[in-house]
């Protein structure tokens, strides 16, 4: 229907879809990845690591890009996450999965690192 032209209002009308950005995330996903990318990305629920986590926004705020960016540079499902775990992480919910320890890393490097990013943040 988008690229029929359909105005994006009457589209998301049709399917409930509420944000305004979501179908432009889509679209954008399409071009991308094609499109059984997309329409298998919904089946399976994407879960990342503590260390991933970490890894994209560290990279984010070492480089000042944008949450669009890092998601693409990543490719995490969504921006919103990034934000997210940046939100996690100044509030201190952000933690190691207990299943997936870092066992190269020992805890005083872990928390210096983490002392680190939360940093770098709060000078972003």
């Known amino acids: 229907m988008y690229l029929k032209g359909v105005p994006t209002v009457i589209i998301r009308k049709k399917f409930g879809i509420k944000g305004s950005v979501t179908l432009g995330i889509w679209v954008k996903s399409i071009k991308r990845d094609g499109i059984y990318e997309i329409k298998d990305s919904h ?28 998601a693409r540079k990543f490719r995490v499902t969504s921006p919103s996450l990034i934000w997210q775990w940046e939100r996690a992480l100044e509030s201190g919910r952000l933690k190691p999965d207990k299943r997936r320890w870092n066992r190269t890393m020992n805890k005083p490097e872990e928390e210096n690192e983490l002392l680190r990013i939360k940093v770098a943040y709060l000078e972003y």
């Open 43 to 70: 089946r399976k629920q994407t879960s990342y690591p503590y260390s991933f986590k970490i890894k994209v926004i560290n990279w984010r705020l070492t480089h000042h890009a944008s949450y669009p960016v890092a």
